[in-house]
């Protein structure tokens, strides 16, 4: 196989003008005229366009052909580490205690109940049946009701994201006539057990309506709430951990507004907090006794602090600290329980629970001494309990899921990640090391690797990365990541900036303006690794996802020779042409995090000179590999096909260049727990193929 036998798409360009630049786009074309209809549908896909993504998929396949036993293999190992027959720990709520369960070789779970003291299972939603003879299958949500009578689940069969929410009574384990298309899949139900609320998407795959329904009426006589005007703004929809008040929460990237109602009165107006302020975040939770608590970073409390405010004035003039602000102390999430509040947050880039007593203000905290971990708070169904849940892993632990008892200080291990196959935490090194940036900040790096492996050089290093929305990326135990490492690879997560990892300004010198330290941050990371010996130059391949597949574009281009391959997963690798389009799905959503180029020439010029698309040029570019989804909303398909056709045009070497579109998934690939992990097998198999370890 040589470049010249590749698929090459034709070109027709089309141009546009913006700020007095004309922009010729010779791909253009890839984009379907019919997107809204395509997400929903794919076969109507036009005929020249699917033509050109199945010749993209025969030259993956014929590209991979030799690594088919590799795969089968590497599918095999993952799979010998997933128990099969697993259960999540269940979790009480009044007489009931609720979980899911997988049944051997099912690809999908089983929602059950038993009685809280124990009993018989009670299969509530057998998600496996439900997805039999679908393609794609994702289960959006299963939430009871109050009364515990009624389940209202959710699915997306297409990867659309397009989720129809269903409705079945637990006692005679039918369905309603209730079906309920195009939400999001989040449901919260009123105190009544007989309504709830939903957000609705429109035909751009946007939240823009929030709808009340009342079980047993029609879809088309559901109560209009809540509708947001703001294109930029998502809604979401839940409750406050006391049951007390349902919450429409009304948010961008870096703004937000939220409304109570009274769960007890679904039908009443819904009340604001505080009128959305720019650049001003909160979040709020109650007591239960007229006293609400909310996370923000108001006044300047970059890292986030809690207020409290009455519920009858909770207006920004009534806020009060409870928990000042600490600048390099991030404030992740916050909930209250009765008489207490608990916060997760992270210090020196290490999470910790922290509890406190709401009468006394005493606070103790919950942290662990490895030097690499994560750490999360699990949900709760109910209020007035002493216990909370929260999940311990790291590296080379498996997850640990714990109870804790708030007011002994107890810790009770409810469940240790098994790994059939085997796995002994001491044949692997976990390590946090720091690598210089260009402009004198230090990214941390955590790695993972054998004991055994030399670390002179010699090893391949898959290096992921994200970098954006601050989004912070766990040091989590991964089953499939040792496949890689079991083969000799060093495995690096570079904690860039643009997430979140060293706190709120780490996530701000990553975004908009600063866009480029992320991409610096990533290469840094990068040339540290070669620089203590970990690996060497051409010998890294660099891994990275959705705005992390956007890094890959962008690495590739500033840095090619450092890279021995790229692996771009849904990259967003368009970003000028994306950003300008604001009839998709995320583009309003999306201005605050990069900027807004129809508005703004200084926008249009800032991404104009990173946009991977538009940077690509002629000269040598590693192998790379590009994972695309025929469905995906967030980063449409067209985004990683132009790309790869751009690059096709322009490069000057003959390295692989392969991409793989899947016709019947969106974002996130297959949807099966064991179909999914042939995607992880084709990308690591890549991996492993460039960097000659077969």
Sequence with gaps: MTTSQSPRAEKRPLSVSHHGVELTDNYGWLRADNWQDVIREPSLLAADIRAYLESENAWCDAYMADTADLRDKLVAEMRGRIVEDDSSVPLPDGPYAYASRYLVGAQYPRIIRTLRDGGPEEVLLDADALAKGKPYFSLGGANHSPDHKLLAWSVDDKGSEFHTIRIRDLETDKELVDEI???????????????????????????????????????????????????????????T??????????????????????????????????????????????????????????????????????????????????????????ILSMSVFKGRMVRLERVGGLPRIVIRELVSGLEHAISFPEEAYSLGLSGSYEFDTSLIRFTYSSPTTPAQIYDYDMGSHERFLRK??????????????????????????????????????????????????????????????????????????????????????????????????????????????????????????????????????????????????????????VPFVDVLNTMLDDSLPLTP?????????????????????????????????????????????????????????????LKTDDNPLVMHVNMEAGHGGASGRFDGLKDFALEYAFAIKVMGKM
């Design 181 to 239: 298309p195009n939400t999001s899949g989040e449901v919260a139900w009123a105190a009544d057990s007989r309504s709830f609320l939903y957000t609705w998407l429109n035909d751009n795959h946007r939240t823009e309506k929030v709808f009340r329904h009342v079980i047993g009426t029609p879809v088309s006589e559901d109560t209009l709430v809540y509708q947001e005007d703001d294109a930029g703004f998502f809604n979401g929809v839940g409750k």
């Design 416 to 569: 240790t990640q098994e790994v059939p196959s085997g796995h002994e935490p001491s044949d692997y090194v976990t390590r946090r090391i720091q690598a210089p940036a260009e402009d004198g900040q230090t990214v941390p790096v955590t790695l993972l690797y054998r004991a055994d492996t030399p670390l002179d050089g010699s090893a391949p290093c898959f290096l992921y990365g994200y970098g954006a929305y601050g989004i912070a990326i766990p040091a989590s135990f991964s089953t499939k990541v040792l496949s890689l490492v079991d083969r000799g690879f060093v495995y690096a997560i570079a904690h860039i900036r643009g997430g979140n990892d060293k706190g709120y300004r780490w996530y701000l010198d990553g975004k908009r303006e600063k866009k480029t330290n992320t991409f610096k941050d990533f290469i840094a990371a990068g040339r540290h690794l070669v620089a203590e010996g970990y690996t060497s130059e051409g010998r890294i391949v660099a891994n990275g996802g959705s705005a992390g597949g956007m890094l890959m574009g962008a690495i590739a281009n500033m840095a090619p020779s450092l890279w021995g391959a790229v692996i771009a997963v």
């Design 589 to 649: 959503p999306e201005w605050p995090e990069w900027g807004n180029p129809i508005d703004s020439v200084e926008d249009f010029k800032r991404i104009r000179a990173y946009s991977p698309y538009d940077c690509v040029e002629a000269k040598v570019y590693p192998p790379i590999m590009a994972i695309a989804g025929l469905t995906d909303p967030r980063v449409t398909y067209w985004e990683p096909a132009k790309w790869v056709a751009r690059l096709r045009e």
């Design 241 to 330: 951990q006391s049951g007390r008040f349902l919450v429409i929460d009304s948010h961008d990237h870096e703004t937000s507004e939220v409304r109570l109602i009274d769960a007890a009165t679904p039908d009443a107006a819904p009340r604001l907090v505080a009128r959305r302020e720019a650049l001003t975040e909160y979040s709020v939770e109650d007591d239960g006794n007229g006293r609400l608590f909310i996370l923000t970073n108001a006044d300047g409390a970059e890292d986030f602090k809690i207020v409290s405010a009455p519920l009858a004035s909770p207006g920004r003039d009534n806020w009060v600290d409870v928990v000042a602000h600490e600048p390099g102390r991030l």
